[in-house]
């Protein structure tokens, strides 16, 4: 069963710092990943999702990787700013299954000003 | 372009009654889902529905049932509600065949019972 682990689970910066976050998983046999962002109260909103050919993804100031063989996906966000703090969940379907995705926990993100 | 939308948006209710979240998508998406979300837990899926006339439980299914009315809709029973079911309550929908397996999540139902 495919697991995701998000470490840190939260993280303050200041703003301006380029940051990354972290997402595992257990199964490489991946089939996408998907990163999510969600402010206080909010639901998720999809910000980038890689497919298993893919290596990385680009919009804006987020870059979002994948590596199967280590298992891990990262977020790079440059030059953090306050409105950037939300946590974020990343979430990976594994093939050869339900494809129904399986979530981290997330990291919960404060950029101070 | 609606995408996601559920009702209500916010529930109290006193242990033992019953109430239905609705949730619809005009993506037309064949996959729908139901999360809850709780401090500490994540995301945890109760049940979801991979097309429609097809539903399954998904990890929390217990004291929960659901209906996938058509394509667009699909929506989720309490019978009896019970304080450990407080929680925030997630809609989701997303394509059932590749590449591309997202979810677009609607804004939540927050439940209280007591």
């Known amino acids: 069963k495919q697991e995701v682990t998000q470490i840190p689970a939260a993280l303050s910066v200041p703003e301006g710092e380029n940051l990354v976050l972290n997402c595992s998983f257990t199964?490489?046999?991946?089939?996408?990943l998907q990163w999510f962002r969600q402010d206080p109260g909010k639901g998720l909103t999809s910000l980038l999702l890689?497919?298993?050919?893919?290596r990385e993804q680009t919009s804006g100031r987020l870059n979002a990787s994948l590596d199967k063989s280590s298992g891990r996906s990262t977020l790079y966000i440059a030059a953090s700013q306050p409105g950037d703090s939300a946590t974020y969940l990343c979430?990976?379907?594994?093939?050869?299954?339900?494809?129904?995705?399986?979530f981290g926990r997330g990291t919960s993100l404060i950029v101070h000003p | 372009n609606a995408g996601v939308t559920q009702t209500p948006k916010f529930q109290v209710l006193k242990t033992g009654q019953s109430m239905t979240l609705q949730c619809a998508q005009d993506m037309n998406h064949n996959s729908m889902y139901w999360y809850r979300q709780d401090p500490g837990m994540g995301l945890r899926l109760i049940y979801y529905s991979a097309s429609e006339g097809t539903t399954d439980k998904g990890e929390v299914p217990n004291g929960y049932n659901v209906s996938r009315l058509n394509k667009r809709e699909f929506s989720l029973r309490l019978e009896s509600a019970a304080p450990s079911q407080t929680s925030v309550y997630f809609c989701?929908?997303?394509?059932?065949?590749?590449?591309?397996?997202?979810?677009?999540f609607g804004p939540g139902t927050r439940l209280t019972v007591t």
């Open positions: 989701a929908s997303g394509p059932r065949t590749g590449p591309r397996y997202e979810q677009y």
């Open positions: 199964d490489s046999a991946i089939y996408n």
């Open positions: 979430a990976g379907v594994a093939s050869g299954g339900s494809y129904i995705p399986t």
């Open positions: 890689i497919q298993s050919s893919q």
